[in-house]
Nanobody, 129 residues
Framework: QVQLVESGGGLVQPGGSLRLSCAAS????????IGWFRQAPGKEREGVSCISSGDGSTHYADSVKGRFIISRDNAKNTVYLQMNSLKPEDTAVYYC??????????????????????WGQGTQVTVSS
Protein backbone atom coordinates (compact mmCIF):
# COMPACT_ATOMS: atom_id res chain seq x y z
CA GLN A 1 0.00 0.00 0.00
CA VAL A 2 1.38 3.37 -1.06
CA GLN A 3 1.53 5.75 1.87
CA LEU A 4 3.15 9.02 2.96
CA VAL A 5 3.13 9.79 6.67
CA GLU A 6 4.08 13.19 8.06
CA SER A 7 5.27 13.75 11.61
CA GLY A 8 7.07 16.33 13.73
CA GLY A 9 4.45 19.04 13.94
CA GLY A 10 3.51 20.78 17.15
CA LEU A 11 3.32 24.05 19.02
CA VAL A 12 6.35 26.33 18.92
CA GLN A 13 7.02 29.92 19.89
CA PRO A 14 7.83 32.55 17.27
CA GLY A 15 11.48 32.32 16.35
CA GLY A 16 11.62 28.63 17.19
CA SER A 17 12.33 25.60 15.03
CA LEU A 18 10.68 22.33 14.06
CA ARG A 19 11.71 19.47 11.81
CA LEU A 20 9.00 17.69 9.88
CA SER A 21 9.46 14.20 8.50
CA CYS A 22 7.72 12.51 5.60
CA ALA A 23 8.14 8.74 5.55
CA ALA A 24 7.14 6.74 2.50
CA SER A 25 6.04 3.14 2.33
CA UNK A 26 4.94 1.00 -0.55
CA UNK A 27 7.12 2.81 -3.07
CA UNK A 28 10.66 4.09 -3.46
CA UNK A 29 11.07 7.84 -3.01
CA UNK A 30 14.33 7.80 -4.98
CA UNK A 31 12.50 8.24 -8.27
CA UNK A 32 10.10 10.98 -7.24
CA UNK A 33 10.26 14.69 -6.64
CA ILE A 34 9.01 15.37 -3.11
CA GLY A 35 7.32 18.53 -1.98
CA TRP A 36 5.76 20.13 1.06
CA PHE A 37 2.66 22.27 0.94
CA ARG A 38 0.59 23.87 3.67
CA GLN A 39 -3.02 24.78 4.22
CA ALA A 40 -4.12 27.32 6.79
CA PRO A 41 -7.78 28.04 7.68
CA GLY A 42 -9.25 30.59 5.33
CA LYS A 43 -6.15 30.69 3.13
CA GLU A 44 -5.25 29.14 -0.18
CA ARG A 45 -2.98 26.16 -0.32
CA GLU A 46 0.67 27.14 -0.64
CA GLY A 47 3.50 25.12 -2.07
CA VAL A 48 6.40 25.51 0.39
CA SER A 49 9.35 23.56 -0.95
CA CYS A 50 10.35 20.73 -3.28
CA ILE A 51 13.40 18.55 -3.77
CA SER A 52 14.31 16.79 -6.97
CA SER A 53 15.04 13.14 -7.45
CA GLY A 54 18.51 12.49 -8.80
CA ASP A 55 20.57 15.62 -8.14
CA GLY A 56 18.57 16.67 -5.07
CA SER A 57 18.18 20.27 -6.19
CA THR A 58 15.87 22.27 -3.94
CA HIS A 59 13.22 24.91 -4.52
CA TYR A 60 11.43 27.20 -2.09
CA ALA A 61 8.53 29.60 -1.96
CA ASP A 62 9.65 33.18 -1.35
CA SER A 63 7.78 33.18 1.96
CA VAL A 64 10.10 30.53 3.46
CA LYS A 65 13.34 31.05 1.54
CA GLY A 66 16.28 31.36 3.90
CA ARG A 67 14.31 29.88 6.82
CA PHE A 68 13.28 26.38 5.68
CA ILE A 69 15.52 23.60 4.43
CA ILE A 70 14.30 20.51 2.62
CA SER A 71 16.40 17.36 2.48
CA ARG A 72 16.00 13.70 1.68
CA ASP A 73 17.47 10.46 3.01
CA ASN A 74 16.86 7.87 0.33
CA ALA A 75 18.23 5.09 2.53
CA LYS A 76 15.43 5.80 5.01
CA ASN A 77 12.89 6.58 2.29
CA THR A 78 12.22 9.84 4.14
CA VAL A 79 12.17 13.55 3.36
CA TYR A 80 12.61 16.28 5.95
CA LEU A 81 11.63 19.92 6.27
CA GLN A 82 13.72 21.86 8.75
CA MET A 83 11.81 24.99 9.70
CA ASN A 84 13.71 27.78 11.45
CA SER A 85 12.81 31.30 12.55
CA LEU A 86 9.17 30.33 12.57
CA LYS A 87 6.52 33.03 12.38
CA PRO A 88 2.84 33.00 13.36
CA GLU A 89 1.94 33.11 9.67
CA ASP A 90 3.64 29.73 9.23
CA THR A 91 0.80 28.17 11.22
CA ALA A 92 -0.89 25.58 9.02
CA VAL A 93 -1.33 21.90 8.37
CA TYR A 94 1.73 20.73 6.47
CA TYR A 95 1.52 17.96 3.91
CA CYS A 96 4.13 16.15 1.88
CA UNK A 97 3.57 15.00 -1.67
CA UNK A 98 5.40 12.82 -4.18
CA UNK A 99 5.18 13.15 -7.94
CA UNK A 100 7.01 11.89 -11.01
CA UNK A 101 7.18 15.43 -12.49
CA UNK A 102 10.21 17.64 -12.02
CA UNK A 103 10.45 19.48 -8.70
CA UNK A 104 9.75 23.02 -10.02
CA UNK A 105 6.61 21.70 -11.72
CA UNK A 106 5.55 19.93 -8.55
CA UNK A 107 5.99 23.12 -6.51
CA UNK A 108 3.85 25.03 -8.98
CA UNK A 109 1.15 22.36 -9.02
CA UNK A 110 1.08 22.31 -5.22
CA UNK A 111 0.55 26.06 -5.15
CA UNK A 112 -2.17 25.94 -7.78
CA UNK A 113 -4.07 23.13 -6.08
CA UNK A 114 -3.57 20.78 -9.03
CA UNK A 115 -3.52 17.03 -8.69
CA UNK A 116 -0.24 15.37 -7.78
CA UNK A 117 0.79 11.74 -7.43
CA UNK A 118 0.67 10.95 -3.71
CA TRP A 119 0.19 12.96 -0.55
CA GLY A 120 -0.11 12.34 3.16
CA GLN A 121 -2.62 13.23 5.86
CA GLY A 122 -0.71 16.22 7.18
CA THR A 123 0.76 17.40 10.46
CA GLN A 124 -0.31 20.52 12.35
CA VAL A 125 2.21 23.28 12.97
CA THR A 126 1.19 26.09 15.30
CA VAL A 127 3.44 29.08 15.90
CA SER A 128 2.23 31.10 18.85
CA SER A 129 3.45 32.68 22.06
Amino acid sequence: QVQLVESGGGLVQPGGSLRLSCAASGFNLDYYAIGWFRQAPGKEREGVSCISSGDGSTHYADSVKGRFIISRDNAKNTVYLQMNSLKPEDTAVYYCAADYRRAPILLLRLSLGLEVGYWGQGTQVTVSS
